[in-house]
């Protein structure tokens, strides 16, 4: 680290307004804080306080959203001896710095990736434009980028659109775009959310590696506590547009002062706290540690709801000037587990390993290549389009990126109304009372019932998405990362939301998640999904506490500890490569086989070895 007289960025007194249709609206107050070169400063805080607010106004970017920068100076250092105040400097300037000099990794991949250039395209963009590269100095350079945050097949990826691939590879390739030019302050608003704990794990120690070789400075937004502990410096915590305490990393966590920072580390999941209990449990919020403590949360009626049998997925590659079917995806491969009514089990595995296709293949979003599966009496790929419809009241899904699955352009109201006016639910005014009562059942203002997708912040649009999952009560909820993008006080209202609907509905979950500490928490049953297989299934207690599967065992380790003195991050992670699910057409699998090592858990026998 260099000279602490010298910070690269100072913040003083920044103050962001935005006008909304009920008046004014203060999105920042008063923040005032440093960063130095080769320093990581973590902001946290719960969703609305302000992080990424704060963040957008370093880039100018807030304007664009309809914030204006009433009060402070943004102070920067450019490297060309001096300071300069950015909120001051013409446009064209800060077309310079941004991407350039201040790279920005943003909270959606999806939409900070354009659909319609390729990957390749949008990583050479900032080169040619701020680093005078040639198309093909910028192409190697991208795929040497598109290495270093460890995508499988790079060379292929360079000519994909952001569509075609997971949540988990889109991240990475923003990830990518934004340490393109080597920047002299990156600023992360929650990078890893849609990354599983191994990509995680990978990207925060190559961030950690150029922060230290380059003396670039990291200024760090998550709501995820345990990546504070492995990432920060320095601690900033917001609260309603306010700092409310700052200091470093080991202070914050080992004694904080603010009864709202011991608040928010007291509602972290930690890996390990179920240990020993035998059904789920709501997690304590924030103000109830004299409350009567959770009850577990046990099915009313556990017969067989959902039944899954040898479930395929497979996507052709097409290639050649006839665009003919070269190869196959094999996306999920022969893919087996029954879930039973007002129950959870949660998919777990890497990102590209297959969970999202099972969820969306078992809904029909995708067409699967073969298998069955019945929810109930019904059979759902041996339903017609119509009747397909019809079975969809049933069974919802909470999707991974809540600003996609919204639509921009209509009322939060009227997002929520659309499935019951789609199936002809209720009167105009029964309709009014049963989306304000699910806005109440979500923690959201019913005055927030006029407002749009883009006036949220992320943790409040996903709720929304949850809402509208809840508005036709379905029988089975599929949860596609459906707390990732939630701050930890919310990510906790949100789990216990979704559990005190399973007591009271009786509401079967599919959880899909890479974050092992929620999938422990909320889980009845346990599936852990590697290269489209099921490589392990049970109980949450067979598979968390004694698991038996090398890659289950992997996954654990790599979990990041809410502690700073237990720094996980390293030069020397090491992660097998995924191989590629790419196999030519006439490849036939080899069968999911598995051995019972107790009463209901079950591990895939490797078909070379023939072992666990």
Do not use: W
């Not at 080169?127 to 991208?142: D, E, K």
């Not at 603010?258 to 390990?272: F, N, S």
């Not at 998640?513 to 949450?540: F, K, N, P, W």
């Amino acid at each position: 680290m260099m000279d602490d007289a010298t910070p690269l960025v100072s913040i003083r007194g920044l103050q962001v307004i935005f006008q909304t249709r009920d008046g004014p609206v203060t999105g920042v107050q008063e923040i005032s804080f440093d960063i130095r070169p080769g320093e990581c400063v973590c902001v946290v805080g719960e969703s609305g306080s302000g992080k990424s607010v704060s963040s957008l106004s370093l880039m100018r970017l807030v304007e664009f959203g309809g914030g204006e920068i009433a009060a402070g100076r943004l102070m920067f250092d450019p490297g060309q001896g001096g300071m300069i105040d950015l909120a001051t400097q013409p446009p064209q300037v800060m077309r310079g710095i941004r991407g350039n000099q201040i790279g920005m990794i943003f909270q959606e991949p999806m939409t900070s990736l354009n659909p319609v250039f390729t990957v390749g395209d949008q990583l050479a963009e900032g080169l040619t434009v701020h680093r005078g590269m040639t198309r093909t100095q910028a192409r190697a350079r991208a795929l040497e980028l598109l290495r270093e945050v460890r995508i499988p097949e790079p060379e292929r990826r360079l000519d994909q659109y952001p569509h075609e691939l997971s949540g988990g590879m889109r991240q990475r390739v923003v990830i990518a775009m934004a340490m393109a030019c080597r920047p002299r302050l990156l600023i992360c608003d929650e990078p890893t959310t849609a990354l599983d704990v191994t990509i995680q794990a990978e990207i925060l120690a190559l961030i950690d590696r150029l922060k230290r070789d380059t003396g670039m400075a990291v200024l760090f937004i998550t709501h995820d506590m345990a990546v504070v502990a492995q990432m920060a410096d320095r601690v900033v915590v917001m609260y309603r547009g306010n700092k409310v305490e700052e200091g470093s990393v080991t202070e914050i966590f080992e004694n904080p002062r603010e009864d709202y920072t011991k608040a928010l580390l007291a509602a972290v999941p930690r890996l390990g706290e179920m240990t020993g209990r035998p059904a789920p449990e709501p997690m304590r919020l924030m103000g109830d540690a004299g409350s009567v403590a959770p009850r577990p949360i046990l099915s009313a009626d556990p017969r067989p709801l959902l039944q899954v049998q040898n479930l395929t997925t497979r996507f052709p590659v097409k290639g050649g000037i006839l665009r003919r079917t070269v190869a196959q995806v094999h996306a999920v491969e022969d893919v087996s587990f029954t879930l039973n009514a007002g129950e959870t089990l949660s998919l777990v595995g890497e990102s590209g390993c297959g969970k999202s296709t099972t969820g969306r293949s078992i809904l029909r979003l995708v067409e699967p290549t073969s298998g069955q599966v019945r929810l109930g009496e019904t059979d759902i790929l041996g339903l017609s389009p119509s009747r397909l419809r019809k079975a969809r009241q049933d069974m919802q899904m909470i999707f991974q990126d809540p600003f996609a699955s919204l639509d921009p352009q209509m009322r939060l109201f009227d997002q929520i109304e659309e499935p019951m006016l789609n199936f002809g639910i209720g009167t105009r005014s029964e309709r009014h009372d049963r989306i304000a009562a699910l806005f109440d059942r979500v923690e959201l203002p019913r005055s927030f019932m006029r407002r749009f997708p883009h006036e949220m912040s992320g943790g409040q649009r996903q709720r929304i998405a949850i809402a509208r999952a809840l508005a036709l009560n379905p029988r089975l909820i599929i949860a596609d990362e459906a707390v990732s993008a939630l701050d930890v006080s919310v990510q906790a209202q949100v789990l216990n939301l979704l559990m005190e609907l399973q007591q009271d509905m009786g509401i079967s979950m599919l959880f899909i998640s890479h974050d092992m500490a929620v999938v422990e928490r909320v889980s009845h049953l346990v599936a852990v999904m590697y290269l489209g297989r099921i490589v392990e299934i049970g109980t949450r207690s067979q598979v968390f506490e004694n698991p038996r599967h090398s890659y289950t065992r992997q996954l654990m380790a790599a979990v990041p500890v809410a502690d700073p003195r237990q720094r996980k991050i390293s030069e020397d992670l090491t992660f097998t490569p995924i191989p590629s699910p790419i196999h030519p057409v006439d490849h036939v699998p080899a069968p999911s086989t598995y051995a019972e090592v107790a009463p209901g858990h079950r591990v895939l026998i490797d078909p070379l070895t023939h072992q666990v």
